[in-house]
């Protein structure tokens, strides 16, 4: 999985919260979806739209709170970029859940391949959070982190940089 180094590209939910907005389903009436499959169809739908838009908001706040603290925008603009990629991500959570609803209803056996297939893109996510998360630090919080982990054994340079070694290494040349 290759890293986005670009400090000024917004990372887009993409294949990776598939999986899990496929399955994600809001019961908004508690009944257990006894109304049959349009209402499982809705309710998936509107999961997946929560998947979906919860994941960019993240991914864009961490990723525009480090260009806010770099001076390259102000609060309002970050507020604005956080809403409209919000937007474009829940439009596109609606398409993705809603035809992975129905062919969870066609096929309901592909319930238990999706359900690996959203571990393994949640993973990416999670990736994509801390890096999103990391670039928003100084590099004094970033030495800071980097020891600590030293300290803990953790090598982060293989999550930063997508490359092995051992612990000392992961210390130098942050």
């Not at 389903?25 to 309710?43: C, H, K, P, Q």
């Not at 979906?52 to 609060?75: F, K, S, V």
């Not at 238990?112 to 999670?126: E, N």
Request: aromatic content about 6%.
């Amino acid at each position: 999985m290759s890293r986005e180094r670009d400090p000024f590209r917004i990372p887009r939910a993409g294949w990776e919260a598939a999986p899990a907005a496929g399955l994600a389903a809001i019961d908004l009436n508690a009944n257990g979806g006894a109304f049959g499959s349009g209402e499982m169809v809705a309710e998936s739908t509107l999961g997946g739209v929560a998947v979906y838009a919860g994941y960019q908001a993240l991914l864009t706040a961490l990723r525009t709170e480090a260009m806010r603290q770099r001076g390259e925008i102000d609060r309002a603009t970050q507020l604005h970029t956080i809403a409209v990629t919000v937007w474009e991500s829940a439009k596109q959570g609606a398409l993705v859940s809603m035809v992975l609803a129905v062919v969870l209803l066609v096929c309901p056996w592909l319930t238990g391949p999706l359900t690996l297939m959203g571990l393994v893109g949640m993973g990416k996510a999670s990736l994509d959070l801390f890096h999103a998360f990391w670039d928003g630090l100084d590099a004094s919080q970033q030495e800071v982190l980097q020891q600590a982990a030293y300290d803990a054994g953790v090598n982060l340079r293989r999550l930063l940089d997508g490359r092995g070694g051992d612990s000392a290494a992961g210390v130098e040349g942050a």
